[in-house]
DNA sequence: ACAATAGTGTCTATCAGACAATATCCT
DNA sequence: AGGATATTGTCTGATAGACACTATTGT
């Protein structure tokens, strides 16, 4: 694949070095709460049975960004997403498996994608799981407090930066989501100003329910 | 070292991976300009002659943040750091040797420990080298990049956030270093309502120059 | 006195927070 | 009509930007 060698002759393969790893976590709204986090079931192998982000190791030939598409859609079935790079995670003891660096990864999909069954919700800012059990393995608590903190952050000024609207959204619609997101309600004069602004008018308007039909509103 | 081995017999070690690297933006303000970045000249082997960011390949047994001290040290005599996490830049074709992945990290030191021979004065925002050379080898100039927008978004809220001045300062003197980490001129009453809140009296007073004698400021 | 620098007063425009009024629908 | 929701008016307090004024030193 490359010929290159250093004045010694070996070439970069031959000196020993930490395998590089990423995880993802995938952040959404749980139908019953505020955020959640996908987890996945280890199923044979190492950790069995223990709930975790998705993670793979990185290979040769492909990007972080592939790498963790890749986790994505084996461990969990998802594709078309576009993680971003959160940050890394170093410590010599995180994985006893050996010495393994991870570029943490997050992204964020629609509500309803995923099954309630994989999906962790959020309390304060770590990941409760559903069996009992109160902690991830490695380092997947802090990673998951660093996503928490990232999506939180960009949903403080943005209207939905990341999508888990869909095309159209009535104001309304538009602050509940937010409020799920940010787990504190927002007040709804001052909400609805800050964003305004920063939407486009559909030129359409919500019908079917009681009171006075909404505007919706396209991102920019 | 470890013992681990997987389903089918094998080690971490046993699969290809990518080699892990380092590269420091390390910070400064240029005597005669704005802010600059060292630089150091390859000296043998590879790339040698041309000037590019410390870096070095992390090895088993440390962290990130101390592969980036250890790069420091040895490539630009340089000690005593606290070099943060900036970027993972992971292009494929980024390093002719092969496969590797580099984490960027970025930290500032006070305004006169580099020798200038090692500074690159930043311009807009990029490094302008003083050989003619007019780029940076690997992915450097992007780094170069995100450092300064890095330092700059610090520079523009809180005072000198990473202690480019010495412990206590007239208003006037954080004044001019924010001005030259930034770019640009700033309002001098505006600036001193901003950071007042920020600082605490030092209970002493600068002299010997002309004028009304200045308060002295410390950080919180 | 005068030049030079430090520090403050004040006006304006903008904006978030809060409360309340008005507007327009469904039943 | 009456309930429900959407939308806007308006007051207040805080703050950034801008300009100009006052304060205190060295020469």
Known sequence: VNDYRDPSGRTLADYARPSLAV??????????HGLAVLLHRA???????????????????????????????????????TPQQ???????????RGRVVSVAH?????????????????????AVGH????????????????AVRWIRNAYTEAPDPYGLLG????????????????????QKDTFRRKM???????????TGRVGKPARLFTRR
Request: aromatic letters at 6%; a negative charge; glycine letters at 8%.
């Open 23 to 32: 995880d993802v976590a995938l952040l959404t709204l749980h139908p019953s």
């Open 43 to 81: 199923e044979e192998g190492f950790g069995s049975g223990q709930w975790s982000l998705p993670g793979t190791f990185v290979r040769l030939e492909e990007t972080l960004r592939e790498a963790a598409l890749r986790a994505l859609e084996v461990k969990a079935d998802v594709r078309g997403r």
């Open 86 to 96: 959160l940050k890394v995670f170093d410590a010599l003891d995180r994985d006893v």
């Open 106 to 126: 997050v992204d964020v999909v629609p509500e309803g994608v995923l099954a309630e069954e994989v999906l962790a919700p959020i309390r304060g800012e770590r």
């Open 131 to 146: 069996d009992g059990q109160k902690h991830l393995p490695f380092d997947h608590d802090l990673i998951v407090v660093e």
């Open 167 to 186: 095309q159209t959204f009535s104001m309304y619609e538009l602050r509940k989501v937010h409020e799920r997101v940010l787990g504190e309600e927002l």
């Open 196 to 206: 305004l602004d920063q939407l486009s008018d559909a030129r359409e308007v919500s």
